[in-house]
Structures are given as structure tokens and as C-alpha cells.
């Protein structure tokens, strides 16, 4: 995203945004799966890092710089800590109250699509500092407060709605965490 003052530039790089009345599959997947609890698979390595930001969290920051008017890049990822594919769906599982036991398998073994999950060639734009943006205004909302509120949501807004960009993956994930006989539509039922 950018926006232009005459020959100045705000440019704000976000990291994968995340967060409630978000119909993508990316934390809502992990949301969904840890809630379940068991085991879960987790394509490669658990210390894969991961930098969401909670869209809530982008809209302020963009809201202030633009009432600043203040040119400059600015990285908006979070979470406040930095954390790893494998605390993220922790933090997913102590949310829905559930435990959850992660077993590694290579990637190759599991759908391409299943989201969050990164080659590790790229786990460093898993790694930009958010300082710049912070000290311009951008909030933390801590991971925890942030999965709370999409597991809420997600619930709330009932089963049956999924992201047609999800992917197969996504579907087959929703699928199987519900039991035999949820309907998902009216006349649709597993």
C-alpha cells in the first residue's frame, strides 16, 4: 500500500494481515485445527517464524500516517513478540481450550496450500522489524488477544462459510473438523 504527497512516499509493507471477518484461510485454518485438539501435522520445522498483523492493528497505523502525513516505509508485522508456526498453533489451541500435540512431517507430505507455512528460502521476510512502525503509532495487539477474537468470530459466523480463495486444503480442513451430520447449508450436511 502507498500514497503519494507530491514527491513523498508513505509505504506500508504489511505481513500476512490477520484477524476477525477475515474469510481467507490463513489463521482461521490454524484456529479451526487447533480447537480440535489432538495431534496435528506441521509441514518442515516448528521454529518456522511467523510474522502476522492483526488487521485492526494495520488500520490504526495507516489511519495515523496518514493524519501525520508522513512519508517513509514502514513494515506493519506483528505479532508484539516474535513467534514460530509451532507457538502460533499453541496459542490457537490454549484460546479454544484444547490441547494439541504437533508432529513434524516433510512438507512434500502435505497439501501445497495449507497456509501460514513457509519454504524455508524465505523464512527471512518472516523476520522485518516493525520498530519504524511502531514508533509512528502502529498497536501490538498481543497473538493471544488477536486468535481469541477470531475463534469468537469464526464461530459466531457459523460453519458453513468458506473462503472460495481458501483452496482445497482449507475445505477439507473445515470438513473434518466437524462432526458427521453438521449441516453446513441449508440441505448440505457432512
Same mark, same amino acid.
Given at each position: 500500500m502507498s500514497a503519494r504527497y507530491g514527491s513523498r512516499a508513505t509505504i506500508v509493507r504489511?505481513?500476512?494481515?490477520?484477524?476477525?471477518?477475515d474469510v481467507q484461510a490463513g489463521l482461521t485454518y490454524w484456529v479451526r485445527r487447533a480447537a480440535r485438539g489432538g495431534r496435528?501435522?506441521?509441514p518442515g @520445522?516448528?521454529?518456522?517464524?511467523?510474522?502476522?498483523i492483526d488487521s485492526r492493528d494495520l488500520?490504526? %497505523?495507516? /489511519?495515523?500516517?496518514?493524519?501525520?502525513?508522513?512519508?517513509c516505509a514502514f513494515h506493519a508485522v506483528g505479532p508484539a513478540e516474535p513467534t514460530t508456526i509451532a507457538d502460533l498453533i499453541h496459542t490457537c489451541a490454549r484460546?479454544?481450550?484444547?490441547?494439541?500435540?504437533l508432529v513434524p512431517v516433510p512438507a512434500e507430505r502435505v497439501p501445497r496450500s495449507l497456509p501460514l507455512i513457509r519454504p524455508e528460502s524465505t523464512?527471512?521476510?518472516? @523476520?522485518?522489524?516493525?520498530?519504524?512502525?511502531?514508533?509512528?503509532g502502529m498497536?501490538?495487539?498481543? %497473538?493471544? /488477544?488477536t486468535v481469541a477474537d477470531v475463534l469468537t468470530w469464526d464461530r459466531a459466523r457459523g460453519a458453513w462459510l468458506v473462503s472460495r480463495r481458501g483452496?482445497?486444503?482449507?475445505?477439507?480442513?473445515?470438513?473434518?473438523?466437524?462432526?458427521?451430520?453438521?449441516?453446513?447449508h441449508p440441505g448440505l450436511r457432512v
Open positions: 504489511p505481513g500476512k494481515v490477520v484477524g476477525p471477518y496435528v501435522a506441521l @520445522r516448528p521454529e518456522q517464524p511467523v510474522q502476522v488500520a490504526r %497505523l495507516v /489511519v495515523q500516517l496518514l493524519v501525520d502525513d508522513r512519508p484460546a479454544a481450550g484444547s490441547k494439541v500435540d523464512w527471512s521476510t518472516q @523476520r522485518r522489524s516493525p520498530a519504524r512502525a511502531r514508533a509512528a498497536p501490538a495487539t498481543p %497473538l493471544a /488477544v483452496g482445497k486444503a482449507a475445505l477439507w480442513g473445515l470438513i473434518a473438523s466437524m462432526g458427521k451430520g453438521t449441516q453446513l
